[in-house]
């Protein structure tokens, strides 16, 4: 029927259609089943971040965990310590106590215990354990404790002054000292160490480093020219001093050195004779033309102690042109004084040793006047104060115009502890030098302190100055002072000079020279005259205020004494001078055996009980003899320097800085 059959093919038509339908949506159900479903960026980021957070988080407790464990681990360490140490240090309460006291210290935290100990257990074990010491032997361990803490804080130098930035950042490290041609004797090369430990036991010397070179007696034996040593019999030195003996033989063998000694020692000729040898050496192998130069270079704080080094370097290099040998050429750089006077010699005809303030020399190697290609020597006379705030990046600037490495030497009367580690770290197999404790007073000194009011002081000048002949030194804490006592002085008929930083160079200059002639009786000075100068006929000191630090104080009265003389040093102290600073006074005076007056010994020493406190006499930090480092002056004054010298960078000022 053609109706039916119209109407079936409709129905199959239908049929063929939906089954094609269902065929398509189950291709697209397989495809489905591989498909990602598609996120929103934004939504994306968030759950990645939620992500990464909780993975963060996860990671920072796991690291806070174990820092946690590791805080606990050092700290039953730590107690574990202190208990062994306070039961080997107690006066001894009897076998059982000892016994309880060990096993207490070893409580759970022992070998075979499985038990994590809590920072509470390791406090109730570390009272058991010290529970039979006296209060003097707690004190000594808890002092102890925050020495160590305040001397490492203490003893972090502020700038790398020894190395250059070069070597710093590529991380250069010489390992062998510089080799010179110098050779001592063959009988000296052929002594043991035991026959050297004595020769410097005879000399009380102490030394420091590997393969140290023998102690020679006599100049001779040092292998100097025949001139050398007529200069140095014109002047009297017929002998080394115990400074000479050991380490003249150390620096002519081309060895870093520290060398210590007390002011008047003969520390400048120490130097300053190997630096001669070094350019006396290269002269001769090939003269130095214009331009070229130095081959050694001096350092030092002050501009009236660069010029007395000079006078000395000048004077032997004269000596041996005199004798014959190639002329020597030495230059004075320093501030205040015409800067084409230096620089023209140099570049005319080449110079062999230069004698600097650190300002004035970098200066000129920082505008390329002088270079440093051909220096391989450097000196810091008075090296505490060139590494000391002030002088260090100055110090540092020049130390990276060297192109080679360099003989590295450093002198002083004080050299304080924190920067003998820090040489004996950096220097290159340094040898330690060193001729009665650093920071002690000159023996040959008469020390006598008196107390005077303060309204009083400048009236009792006149008196005190009837003590000895002229000439006399006397030092004061201030500019004010010292042109107040020099006008008083003038006054009285007194044939006064004076000198600090605020005068001209050229008055200064003329000062020292008056002085030094003869021509005045009396210098007055701030500390600028007090470091290094060398006046050898002063009998008498005066120190019209008490310095604040004790190593100043060593430094002043060493200008009389010198050269096996002997010297008077009279100190004024009241009231106004902290008590610190007259602890370290009595201190010192009693150290050098001199008498101690009523007022000082009156002083209650808090620290008395406590003077060999791990093996240390006094402070640590600055060498005082009468308190620790946990109330040590200088320690305040040098964090007040530092937050200022921060400032005044920050400000453009330029810092705070010495004489330039």
């Not at 009792?460 to 107040?484: G, H, M, N, R, S």
């Amino acid at each position: 029927m053609p109706g039916t059959s119209v109407k079936l093919y409709g129905r199959r038509k239908e049929e063929s259609a939906a089954a094609g339908k269902d065929a398509r949506l189950e291709a697209l159900a397989g495809e489905d089943e591989g498909y990602d479903e598609y996120i929103p960026l934004k939504e994306r980021r968030r759950r990645e971040a939620e992500r990464r957070a909780g993975k963060l988080g996860k990671n920072r407790r796991d690291r806070e965990r174990a820092r946690l464990e590791q805080e606990r681990e050092e700290d039953e360490r730590m107690a574990s310590k202190r208990a062994a140490a306070a039961i080997s240090s107690a006066a001894g309460d009897g076998e059982g106590g000892g016994e309880d006291a060990a096993e207490a210290a070893a409580g759970p935290g022992a070998e075979g215990s499985k038990k994590p100990r809590t920072l509470l257990e390791a406090a109730k074990e570390l009272k058991k354990a010290t529970a039979n010491l006296d209060a003097g032997t707690i004190k000594q361990m808890r002092a102890k404790e925050e020495e160590h803490r305040m001397l490492k804080e203490a003893n972090q130098v502020q700038t790398n002054a020894l190395m250059s930035a070069a070597e710093v950042a590529k991380g250069t490290r010489y390992t062998e000292a510089l080799t010179t041609s110098w050779r001592p004797p063959k009988y000296y090369r052929d002594m043991t160490e035991e026959d050297c430990d004595k020769l410097r036991e005879k000399w009380s010397i102490l030394v420091d480093g590997e393969k140290v070179p023998p102690p020679i007696k006599s100049f001779r034996e040092m292998k100097l020219p025949d001139p050398m040593l007529a200069a140095l019999e014109a002047k009297g030195i017929k002998r080394p001093t115990p400074i000479q003996v050991q380490g003249v033989p150390v620096a002519l063998s081309g060895r870093d050195m520290i060398g210590i000694a007390f002011t008047g020692s003969g520390k400048t000729v120490t130097f300053s004779i190997p630096l001669i040898m070094l350019a006396l050496e290269e002269e001769m192998k090939l003269p130095v033309v214009g331009g070229e130069g130095p081959f050694g270079v001096i350092l030092c704080p002050s501009r009236e102690l660069a010029r007395q080094t000079f006078d000395v370097v000048d004077y032997f290099c004269k000596h041996l042109h005199r004798g014959g040998f190639p002329e020597l050429r030495t230059v004075l750089c320093i501030g205040g004084e015409d800067k084409r006077s230096q620089i023209d010699p140099i570049q005319r005809q080449g110079v062999h040793c230069i004698v600097a303030t650190p300002g004035r020399i970098s200066d000129l190697l920082h505008t390329h006047k002088v270079h440093f290609d051909l220096c391989k020597y450097i000196c810091l006379d008075e090296g505490d104060r060139m590494l000391d705030m002030g002088f260090d990046e100055e110090v540092q600037k020049i130390m990276n115009h060297f192109k080679q490495q360099r003989q590295t030497l450093l002198f002083s009367a004080t050299m304080p502890q924190k920067f003998q580690d820090f040489a004996k770290d950096v220097l290159v197999k340094p040898v330690l030098v060193n001729v009665g404790r650093a920071g002690a007073a000159n023996l040959d000194v008469i020390q006598e302190v008196e107390y005077v009011k303060q309204e009083a002081k400048i009236v009792y000048l006149l008196e005190c100055l009837q003590k000895t002949a002229p000439p006399v030194c006397i030092f004061c804490e201030k500019k004010q002072d010292v042109d107040d006592i020099h006008e008083y002085l003038l006054l009285k008929g007194v044939d006064a000079v004076s000198i600090h930083g605020g005068k001209e160079q050229e008055e200064r200059n003329e000062a020292i020279k008056l002085f030094k002639e003869g021509v005045k009786d009396v210098l007055i000075a701030t500390d600028i005259a007090a470091k290094g100068l060398d006046f050898p006929d002063i009998q008498h000191v005066i120190n019209f205020d008490m310095p604040d630090e004790i190593e100043n104080y060593v430094h002043r009265i060493g200008r009389t004494g010198r050269c096996g003389k002997t010297g008077v040093a009279t100190t004024f102290i009241n009231k106004m001078v902290e008590e610190s600073a007259l602890l370290d006074l009595k201190h010192l005076l009693m150290e050098a055996q001199q008498r101690v007056p009523p007022v000082l010994m009156a002083l209650e020493d808090p620290d008395q009980e406590m003077d060999e406190v791990d093996g240390v006499k006094g402070c640590a930090f600055c060498g005082g003899l009468g308190h620790r480092i946990t109330n040590c002056p200088k320690i305040d004054k040098t964090a007040s320097q530092k937050a200022g010298a921060q400032r005044d960078v920050l400000a453009d000022t330029g810092g705070y800085g010495g004489d330039w």
